[in-house]
């Protein structure tokens, strides 16, 4: 079946926009993760939708950072008045319901989003 | 704070030569230990070890975990070109995965 599909694969926007990031999970997938890789470091959690469950918002670096999944399927991050230190490498990851200890995470292809 | 370190941070080795990659970790309500291939901006999934000394095995790569020393290493034999990417270790707490910065292994003919 299809994986994690991200959209764009690529932005590039000027600093004080807003830039909207989607992510379309693997179907079944009911955990949602999204993640952020910045040059030369390591992948940084950001947010994790759990079904119809609160999100943990724990990563997000700042306000203007935030982000919602419909129907416990698709999710957008929405990035709100970027900065250049937002650009980034933004991964989104869906896996199952946990189950005992698996922890498998699928990860999409990613968005490479540069602010000028 | 969750950590994970990974050492080295980059790697150059010639083709046939045998690595090993590091990563220590120390993750709050620990479940499993993960490591993951990144080439371009995905990573995909290598192993997930949640058992003190059972070593698993794909290929030419193996890993094995020591949760008394929360420690972790991954072996690639014989290695080839195709085997240069970031190589990324990955502690998972209840529901979270902390991630190491990785580690860049290049592999010249």
């Known amino acids: 079946g299809a994986g994690v599909s991200q959209s764009p694969s690529n932005k590039v926007t000027e600093k004080g926009k807003d830039v909207e990031l989607r992510c379309d999970p693997i179907?079944?997938?009911?955990?949602l993760y999204w993640y952020r890789q910045s040059l030369g470091q390591g992948l940084e959690f950001l947010i994790y939708f759990q079904g119809n469950s609160a999100p943990d918002k724990s990563g997000l670096p700042s306000d203007r950072f935030s982000a919602e999944r419909t129907g416990g399927s698709v999710s957008t991050l929405t990035i709100q008045r970027t900065q250049q230190e937002d650009s980034a490498v933004y991964l989104c990851a869906s896996s199952l319901r946990r189950a005992g200890d698996s922890y498998e995470q699928y990860f999409g292809p990613g968005t490479r989003l540069t602010v000028t | 704070e969750d950590k994970v370190v990974q050492s080295p941070l980059s790697l150059v080795v010639h083709e046939g030569d045998t690595v090993t990659l590091n990563c220590s970790y120390e993750?709050?309500?620990?479940?499993?230990l993960l490591w993951y291939k990144q080439e371009k901006k995905a990573p995909t999934f290598l192993f997930m070890l949640?058992?003190?000394?059972i070593e698993k095995k794909s290929g030419r790569l193996s890993s094995i975990l020591d949760k008394k020393e929360l420690f972790s290493i991954l072996n690639i034999t014989a290695t080839q070109t195709g085997d240069s990417a970031i190589y990324l270790c990955t502690g998972a707490g209840s529901y979270q995965l902390t991630f190491g910065k990785g580690t860049k292994l290049s592999v010249i003919p």
């Open positions: 993750v709050t309500n620990f479940r499993s």
């Open positions: 179907s079944g997938h009911t955990a």
């Open positions: 949640t058992s003190s000394g």
